[in-house]
């Protein structure tokens, strides 16, 4: 057995020959030989984007509520431990260990990806722990996902649209289809997405799930610096914004409150937890706005629909300079379509490598920059790390830096910000 977290990381990304590998057969086997049959609700949360941000809306307001909360989450930024939270404080590397070891035990000639590892891990920790509910973030489409080996209280859809082409196929309909393998028969099922495909609601009717829709079955009102939910005939009135950045998380607040909603006969949560919880919840990442000059904004934005996300911030948040990108992705993702969201936004861009065997090289992201904005300035730069001191040296005082394109990326940037703004 490995000794420590990082020779257990090591061995679980060595033991598939394959990092993504879906399907429910290997998963469910090893759930089953755990004994893993959770008896507290469970929340499962897929959709393209929003993902994140609702299941943490929701960890929180149950926080709020007094609750004993899980919450699983994929990917981690810094640490693995930062996936695996009970009651907002992230695992310690002996508790995973502990987790693991009962999966290797239980695995036997089983091989796991790991991400199945990891979400097995996850739940055998949760139970262990006597949690009061659990949310778990899908970590690719949803039908076949490891998560979705469990059965949910409530599933949330946050939205559909165009990313893992190669597993979840190439039309929103494909892609609809997948996602909402999460629903189960007469368990709400909510959906943030306005115009969902037809698969969607062809599951849904297929299989009689309790549907709730946006802008349907619930939608909500801005109203001066806050807003309404609205739900059927009731309504919360006067809830502050959510303190995650957005005109687009205000459905994801919606599909959350809707979800807390749909569980109040066995959660019961007040209207005074769920203003705290849209106050308190935070993560990073997520037009994450850091302190000090020039300002500093890390995003996690890798998809178009993403990106059209990030570039109406920008447009809506005032400065007074320019705006510099810090700009790496990974291969198999749509790198045009990201740059063609956000080519309007960006004065000059500093496009790096990403150390990942899927990770884009600076040249590929500067051809597919030089297609779209032809006269954009493009730097390329071996790192993350050196495309961003570079950067932090060009930006003026009025200036701001925009970090996004991959989870790595924003990660690499977290890694050496310290060294280019030492903690005053």
Known sequence: MPADLAGWLSYLEQLHPKPIALGLDRVGQVARRLGLDPQFPLVTVAGTNGKGSTCAMLERIY????????CYTSPHLLRYNERVRIDGIESTDSELCRAFEAVEHARQDTLLTYFEFGTLAAMWLFIESDVQVAILEVGLGGRLDAV?????????????DLDHLDY???????IGREKAGIYRPGVPAICGDLLPPDTVIGRVIDIGADYRQIGRDFHFERQGGGWDFVSGKQRISGLPMPTLSGEFQLYNASCTLEAVQALQSILPVTDEAIRAGLRHAALQGRFQILPGTPTIILDVAHNPHAAKGLAENLRKSPHGGKTLAVFAMLADKDISGVVKELADEIDAWFVADIRE???ASADVLAKHLRSAAPSATVLCHDDVASAFRQACMS???NDRIAAFGSFYTVADVLRVLPTVRPAS
């Open 148 to 160: 979705n080996v469990f059965e949910p209280a409530c599933a949330v859809l946050t939205s559909v």
């Open 395 to 397: 930006a003026g005082e």
């Open 168 to 174: 979840l196929g190439t039309s929103r309909e494909s």
């Open 63 to 70: 926080l709020e509520a007094g609750y004993h909360v899980a």
């Open 357 to 359: 065997a899927r990770g």
